[in-house]
């Protein structure tokens, strides 16, 4: 099975690359760190900050209801797992 590329590297790229001299290769880093550092300033950005204070309150809501559903989840499974012990002990299993 092949493995998996990270994201943003596929084979095009690859050969892209491959083929550049080390000056382009140089060219490419820094355009790529003005990229990053362009991409890291959006998270300041009304929208970004906007869409992230929803999903927070989203997640917490998401939380609020899920985590008894949970704990539930997990209270009958060890529940069930202590009566068939018991079941076994006794012969029964």
Same mark, same amino acid.
């Given at each position: 099975?092949?493995?998996?590329?990270?994201?943003?590297?596929?084979?095009? $790229?690859? !050969?892209?690359?491959?083929?550049?001299?080390?000056?382009?290769? %140089?060219?490419?880093? =820094?355009?790529?760190? /003005?990229?990053?550092?362009?991409?890291?300033?959006?998270?300041?950005?009304?929208? $970004?900050? !906007?869409?992230?204070?929803?999903?927070?309150?989203?997640?917490? %809501?998401?939380?609020? =209801?899920?985590?008894? /559903?949970?704990?539930?989840?997990?209270?009958?499974?060890?529940?069930?797992?202590?009566?068939?012990?018991?079941?076994?002990?006794?012969?029964?299993?």
């Amino acid at each position: 099975m092949a493995q998996k590329q990270p994201i943003g590297i596929d084979n095009e $790229f690859l !050969a892209e690359i491959a083929s550049m001299t080390t000056d382009e290769l %140089k060219a490419r880093v =820094v355009t790529l760190q /003005v990229q990053f550092q362009e991409n890291e300033a959006f998270k300041e950005s009304p929208d $970004f900050v !906007a869409a992230q204070e929803e999903f927070d309150v989203a997640k917490e %809501k998401y939380n609020l =209801v899920a985590g008894p /559903v949970k704990e539930t989840a997990a209270a009958l499974k060890n529940r069930t797992k202590a009566v068939i012990e018991v079941l076994k002990e006794k012969g029964g299993a």
